[in-house]
């Protein structure tokens, strides 16, 4: 098992390379300036020669890309250019950000997408099962930044009930507690980033509830005198873990964060810091996001191999 | 019984945030800029003119400030922390500023001559301790005419300048003073002073949030106890994203937003929202390329684009959100002149001119404009190129679009019209800042200007207009400066030297609750008179 977890992690090493060549140059070879967004539109030749020399930008790129290797490799991913803080303290503030508003929209998500499945596999063909589907079609379909305009209409701006935009009242970095003032401020991005992960599990749900009941057993349990209710319970039991599975890929999934819900609400995430960062061409701050995602599902995907290998020791042969 | 007792917390839920909504207003104004963060709290802000606007002149002053306490004309230059001023008589490149006794800094430190000269080490001086390079960007190639400067007294400060230039007061309204006492104290740290700033400004800056929010409270002891502001906090937002600013309005999480877009000013007003305007030194310009082989050379030509434009349906266009041109300068602006090429909608006159030219709707003129699809201060562009795009084929201009990234069309307006980037455009839809001298006039149309030294794109060169910019920059009786001005002005409409389209008005949406705000004909904003209600 640890020969297999070290294999694992050496073959980290090439990917991270791949990643970080590829998001230097992606980032490096678009069209714009990094030095537009601090120097005034008309600043001179010379002081624009200046600052390109002093951000290290008038090296060749490839000495530009060891240099900010090297930096990366010691940890440090270097200054925002249009803030002039620490990337890491950028990246950092942004990712607990957005795995609080993933945490929350897949526990919406599983929620009522497991509602959603049971019922529509359990009762099936009913009007409840069309209903329900049809809510899960939507899910999948709908595009999120309308549903969050949609939804910021009707409960910010008609009801007066939620925030429209914002991370919190004093800001989000002073709020990490469950007190409403601050929670408040999460429902609506994450209600509409739950969507997706509520309609596929609920299309999923439903057909393994439907998979199930046709199954022998239930026949059995039926016979044995069994309520529906208690039938209903041993077929909870058998899909529950392809559930998890499933919110398990979703949660990874949107991790990520998103670049237009958290633009919508203003919601200060990775998706939200990327947006800025790609229009003002803050480069290290775009490279330093984009590694610590990519770096971010490197690690999650071997975390998922390992714990796959642990359970099922096929995993390690293959 | 479980669900009435849920009703029942339900209920007393949306009670609660009723009363928090209520409970945050009072004295409080919250402003939605456009801004994606928190400008740069040292002084010398980033951000452009909003940051100045919301993070510059509330916590700072400069020695020569802009007078911002009227709307209807525009705004001039006012002594700040300079009481006075004088150019020496025989030596025209040496001033003389007074400073203003009895000023402090927010640290309760002193501002006097040493803190001026410290201010401008900051800016100017690599070598200095207290070297900026994120304050150097914005703040240098503001003060283009500044040689050295000296402490005479502890309240007398003398500036030497390169040549003789009498525009040194509009630069010297750039310079912000932060406090070396405040520095010293924060480890002669930049960025440590950028967490706890401090100014001698009506404002203090009490906390800040990056990318989230900054609050700000009075400075009771500010010297000028006309602007110690009446609001017990101003707390400014950076939402870039119009519909979010729109909706955090709407719901009341703001009081203000800076550039609503104009498709929602409608439905902002039948909700009770004000919207307020005023002219202010911006235009929306066609910048031409005069290389040669442009079309633009011939003046028939450029007098008939000029005449082609139906200003007043583009209004319309806008929901009334624009001033239409009728010079480069807003109409009514102190520099205006009487210019005798009046900038009407004569879609006839503009056929007559182009038919002198050798061109027609049959036969028309074909030329390419760079364009780009959005950008700080460019308004609706793609409509409004589109609108003008129409207007011109009408009478015999058919022009096609280049269309580029905003931050890609600064590089080439940087790069000139020669360069390879402008593709052989022979224009560029640009929209700029005319605050001054500088910025209004010569730094588009002086020949030395020409890039990449400067930012005249379309390397025009007219010795005649680079004599009068001499003269304004060795004329230092105001009168007679302001006479030289209107004539450039002049020059520059009956020559019709841009294609002069529309003037930004500044829009603002704000909640009815807030009362005493006057919005002053400049980029800069006072927000010491306003209260809530």
């Known amino acids: 098992m640890l020969s297999y977890v070290l294999k694992r992690m050496l073959l980290i090493l090439p990917v991270a390379l791949g990643v970080s060549v590829v998001c230097f140059l992606l980032v490096h070879l678009s069209p714009g300036d990094p030095l537009t967004a601090i120097l005034p539109t008309d600043a001179s030749a010379e002081t624009q020669a200046e600052m390109r020399k002093l951000y290290g930008f008038d090296q060749p790129l490839p000495v530009q890309f060891v240099l900010w290797l090297g930096r990366v490799l010691t940890g440090d991913l270097g200054t925002s250019i249009a803030t002039g803080r620490p990337v890491a303290f950028e990246v950092g503030r942004a990712v607990v950000n957005s795995v609080i508003l993933a945490a929350a929209a897949t526990l919406i998500g599983f929620f009522f997408g497991s509602l959603f499945g049971f019922v529509a596999g359990y009762f099936r063909n009913s009007w409840i099962d069309k209903l329900a589907s049809f809510l899960a079609v939507i899910g999948v379909s709908v595009p999120h930044y309308w549903l969050g305009m949609v939804l910021v209409i009707i409960f910010s701006v008609q009801l007066n009930l939620l925030p429209a935009t914002g991370g919190g009242p004093n800001g989000s970095s002073d709020a990490r507690s469950l007190d409403w003032d601050y929670l408040r401020f999460l429902i609506l991005?994450?209600?509409?980033?739950?969507?997706?992960?509520?309609?596929?599990?609920?299309?999923?749900?439903?057909?393994?509830?439907?998979?199930?009941?046709?199954?022998?057993?239930?026949?059995?349990?039926?016979?044995?005198?069994?309520?529906?209710?208690?039938?209903?319970?041993?077929?909870?039991?058998?899909?529950?873990?392809?559930?998890?599975?499933?919110?398990?890929?979703?949660?990874?999934?949107?991790?990520?964060?998103?670049?237009?819900?958290?633009?919508?609400?203003?919601?200060?995430?990775?998706?939200?810091?990327?947006?800025?960062?790609?229009?003002?061409?803050?480069?290290?701050?775009?490279?330093?996001?984009?590694?610590v995602l990519a770096m971010f599902f490197v690690v999650l995907n071997l975390v998922v191999d390992v714990a796959q290998a642990a359970v099922d020791p096929r995993v390690k042969r293959s | 019984m479980v669900t009435r007792r849920l009703w029942k917390s339900l209920?007393?839920?949306?009670?609660?945030?009723?009363?928090?909504?209520?409970?945050?207003?009072?004295?409080?104004?919250?402003?939605?800029?456009?801004?994606?963060?928190?400008?740069?709290?040292?002084?010398?802000?980033?951000?452009?003119?909003?940051?100045?606007?919301?993070?510059?002149?509330?916590?700072?002053?400069?020695?020569?400030?802009?007078?911002?306490?009227?709307?209807?004309?525009?705004?001039?230059?006012?002594?700040?922390?300079?009481?006075?001023?004088?150019?020496?008589?025989?030596?025209?490149?040496?001033?003389?500023?007074?400073?203003?006794?009895?000023?402090?800094?927010?640290?309760?430190?002193?501002?006097?001559?040493?803190?001026?000269?410290?201010?401008?080490?900051?800016?100017?001086?690599?070598?200095?301790?207290?070297f900026d390079p994120r304050q150097s960007a914005q703040g240098r190639s503001r003060i283009p005419a500044v040689a050295s400067y000296k402490a005479i007294d502890p309240l007398t400060v003398e500036i030497v300048t390169k040549t003789p230039d009498a525009t040194l007061p509009y630069q010297l309204a750039w310079i912000m003073m932060s406090s070396p006492a405040n520095w010293e104290k924060q480890g002669k740290n930049w960025d440590n002073y950028a967490k706890s700033p401090s100014g001698t400004g009506p404002w203090k800056i009490v906390s800040f949030v990056p990318r989230e929010k900054a609050e700000m409270v009075p400075n009771a002891d500010y010297w000028d106890k006309t602007r110690v502001p009446k609001l017990d906090k101003l707390v400014v937002i950076p939402l870039p994203e119009p519909s979010a600013r729109v909706a955090a309005l709407r719901s009341g999480q703001v009081d203000w937003i800076e550039a609503p877009a104009p498709d929602t000013v409608p439905s902002l007003k039948s909700a009770g929202f004000k919207i307020v305007t005023n002219a202010y030194p911006h235009n929306w310009t066609w910048h031409l390329s005069r290389v040669e082989g442009s079309?633009?050379?011939?003046?028939?030509?450029?007098?008939?684009?000029?005449?082609?434009?139906?200003?007043?349906?583009?209004?319309?266009?806008?929901?009334?959100?624009?001033?239409?041109?009728?010079?480069?300068?807003?109409?009514?602006?102190?520099?205006?002149?009487?210019?005798?090429?009046?900038?009407?909608?004569?879609?006839?006159?503009?056929?007559?001119l182009l038919a002198e030219a050798g061109y027609s709707p049959a036969k028309p003129l074909e030329t390419k404009i760079?364009?780009?699809?959005?950008?700080?201060?460019?308004?609706?562009?793609?409509?409004?190129?589109?609108?003008?795009?129409?207007?011109?084929?009408?009478?015999?201009?058919?022009?096609?679009?280049?269309?580029?990234?905003?931050?890609?069309?600064?590089?080439?307006?940087?790069?000139?019209?020669?360069?390879?980037?402008?593709?052989?455009?022979?224009?560029?839809?640009?929209?700029?800042?005319?605050?001054?001298?500088?910025?209004?006039?010569?730094?588009?149309?002086?020949?030395?200007?020409?890039?990449?030294?400067?930012?005249?794109?379309?390397?025009?060169?007219?010795?005649?207009?680079?004599?009068?910019?001499?003269?304004?920059?060795?004329?230092f009786d105001p009168a007679a400066q302001q006479k030289t001005l209107e004539k450039i002005h002049e020059k520059y409409v009956d020559e019709a030297l841009f294609l002069m389209v529309t003037h930004d008005v500044n829009a603002r949406a704000m909640s009815a609750k807030v009362k005493g705000f006057v919005q002053a004909q400049n980029w800069f904003q006072n927000f010491s008179s306003i209260t809530m209600d």
């Open chain 1, 189 to 291: 991005p994450a209600v509409t980033m739950s969507v997706i992960p509520m309609g596929i599990i609920a299309r999923t749900l439903r057909a393994l509830v439907a998979e199930i009941l046709s199954q022998e057993f239930v026949q059995g349990l039926t016979a044995k005198g069994l309520l529906d209710r208690g039938v209903f319970a041993h077929v909870v039991k058998n899909a529950a873990p392809t559930a998890f599975a499933v919110m398990g890929l979703q949660l990874g999934y949107l991790l990520g964060g998103s670049i237009l819900i958290e633009t919508v609400f203003a919601w200060p995430g990775t998706g939200f810091l990327l947006n800025t960062a790609i229009f003002q061409r803050d480069l290290p701050l775009l490279q330093g996001t984009i590694l």
């Open chain 2, 11 to 130: 209920a007393t839920g949306i009670l609660l945030l009723g009363s928090t909504a209520l409970a945050s207003a009072g004295g409080t104004l919250r402003v939605g800029m456009t801004a994606s963060d928190i400008p740069l709290t040292t002084g010398q802000t980033d951000n452009g003119g909003e940051g100045m606007r919301f993070l510059g002149y509330t916590a700072y002053d400069s020695l020569i400030e802009w007078d911002l306490t009227t709307s209807d004309k525009p705004s001039t230059i006012i002594p700040g922390l300079a009481t006075s001023w004088t150019v020496d008589a025989t030596d025209k490149t040496k001033w003389t500023f007074k400073l203003r006794p009895g000023v402090k800094f927010h640290d309760g430190s002193e501002f006097n001559a040493d803190t001026v000269v410290w201010n401008f080490e900051k800016l100017l001086n690599k070598d200095a301790a207290q």
């Open chain 2, 295 to 352: 079309p633009w050379n011939d003046i028939r030509v450029r007098k008939a684009a000029n005449l082609a434009v139906d200003r007043e349906g583009m209004k319309e266009l806008l929901s009334g959100l624009m001033i239409p041109a009728e010079g480069f300068m807003p109409p009514g602006h102190q520099w205006f002149g009487k210019p005798t090429f009046k900038l009407k909608y004569d879609p006839e006159a503009a056929k007559k």
């Open chain 2, 370 to 475: 760079l364009i780009s699809p959005s950008g700080s201060g460019q308004m609706l562009p793609l409509p409004m190129n589109e609108f003008v795009q129409q207007n011109l084929a009408e009478v015999g201009i058919k022009v096609s679009f280049e269309v580029v990234e905003w931050n890609t069309l600064i590089n080439i307006w940087r790069a000139g019209a020669k360069h390879e980037s402008s593709k052989g455009a022979t224009g560029m839809n640009y929209t700029y800042f005319i605050q001054d001298p500088f910025t209004g006039f010569m730094r588009h149309l002086q020949c030395n200007l020409a890039p990449p030294a400067g930012t005249n794109w379309g390397y025009y060169c007219d010795p005649a207009m680079d004599k009068l910019f001499d003269e304004v920059r060795t004329t």
